[in-house]
């Protein structure tokens, strides 16, 4: 019963598979009926308990493999067979299926979800592109991850993210390349010198190969022509460009190596060297440089695949992170300039540095507005981020220079003469539109503690500020685009309001101290807006009232000294007090109004400036 159930089970199994071909291969029924007729057998164990989790399906014209390892087709119709994916190249329509669990036969109810079938067109690398971005993608996002870390999931997805867009490049770079003319009128090909020797002799074999090795010479030489000059990028490109321009370049040179190791183009060639044909010097100088690009592809390729370890903390990491990979990046770079045989040139160099300070500034604007538009973050995490990106450009040139020398001492090989304007020029002007923000958002916040504090009088000095912000605020520009200049004008326009609200904000703190006789409530008065103001121009007005407030604090003494002098034969002490008691109370009263100021005056370094605070 068991048996017959398992040979029902493999029937409906196999018909399920027979359907499923046919569906994929809607114009050829026949050739589907005696594949699985032929692969009966592999198709019962595929379905069966503990066997091959795969079965995979070839429909192409069939090949065979030459005594010279070369593959030629031996028929003219397609065929459906069965391969186990080791020998046979898979040139056309590849089907499969494919079993996860198979402890257990197939449940023919359910084997929908317990067998999986898929197909691949002759495009393997976009087909396996699309299955990583729209189905492994989509599968990663909604994944359990049970006991990973937080970094391990990241990870994951990043190079997952990475890989997705390698191939997507790669295949992109084959769309890009050419392909060669194919022979179609020589009949038996037979490569050897023997051979070519007879084609060389029938003028109309050798008219036929001289057409194609100069189609040939003319598709090729376009393709050398492209030159990095040509290249269309953006003003903003970073270092991963590099990599994939000479990844793809390398890709175009290969796939016409391998288009002439096939044996139609060997005979050609063959043929028109043994006639010494003209055609073939124009091609053997064409052929050379070829292979000179090619090397050259992947000479760069090698380097600079070594180097993309250390430039991706430029597009995932922080600014913070960047610096800390600053001495790897450079000794790498250092390392390229020394070894690399095509690379090293100024100019290609040159621009790797441009295009690693393009992904620097471009990490860094995306660092201040993780958190969202500028004028909507909280101004304290605004103002740190900002300054990252100052800190990022100082490490980026101190870590440069540093390798500079390190390369002087070492006259003999290649150094750093580039053009550091050229290099750095973006950056330091990305870095002064970030100095102007965080003057601009300082005073911002400053204003905003000012009105948090709510002293009496303020009023209509806020509501000008909240004015002048709000103006601002209506911009239509990007506050970081540091190309444009209209920020530069509306911000010099800003620093003219905002002098003349601190002119007003001066005069206010002024009066605030004309009114005030304590030593110790002019320095709370002091101490409070040292809190809240922090532009350069008030603080160095708030510290001349420390000159003002110690030499007050002088006369102070000299009349705390006067009451002593007077009082202490007979201190006024309060009703009813002991009398040692009560002079203790009335000397400690002096003492006190003499003490708290002095101890805010030890802690300022401009009352210690000062020639009084010595003779005090």
Known sequence: MAAAAAGAGAGGGAAWITAKLKTALKSDAHAVEAAVRDSSQQISQFLGANGPTKLLFLYQLPETETEYGEFVTTGSKPKLFLTNGEKERARGHLLYFVRTKNEKPVDVSKIDSEVTFGELQPSVLDNFQVVLSQVFAYTVSTQEWGKCSEDEISEFKEQLEKFTHTLTDAAESLQGGIELRKPEKLGEIENKQAAYLRSAMDSEILSYCEQIVEDWCSQTEGLLSESEENRKESDEAGPDTELTFWRNRMAKFNSVAEQLKSKEAKFVLGVVTTAKSKIFKRWKTIDNSITDSLNEAKDNVKYLATLEKYTDPLYNGTPEQIIEALPGLMNNVKMMLTIARYYSTNERMTMLFCKITNQMIKNCKGNITKAGKLWDQPVDTLLRNLEWA?????????????????????????????????????????????????????????????????????????????????????????????????FDRDFLEFNVNVAELETALQGFINASFENITSTEHALNLLRQFEAILQRETLKADLDSKYTVIFHNYGLDLETVQKIYDKQKPAPPTTRNAPPVAGNILWSRQLLRRIEQPMKKFKSNKVVHSLPESYSQ
């Open 390 to 486: 100052l800190k990022l450009n100082d490490a980026y040139q101190e870590q440069y220079r540093v390798t500079k020398e390190k390369l002087m001492t070492q006259p003999k090989v290649k150094q750093f003469d580039f053009n550091e304007s050229e290099i750095f020029g973006k950056f330091d002007l990305f870095c002064k539109r970030v100095q102007k923000l965080i003057d601009m958002f300082t005073t911002i916040q400053q204003f905003s503690t000012l009105a948090n504090h709510e002293i009496e009088g303020m009023d209509n000095l806020i509501k000008s500020f909240i004015q002048i912000v709000d103006e601002f605020k209506r911009k239509p520009y990007d506050l970081l685009d540091y190309v444009k200049n209209s």
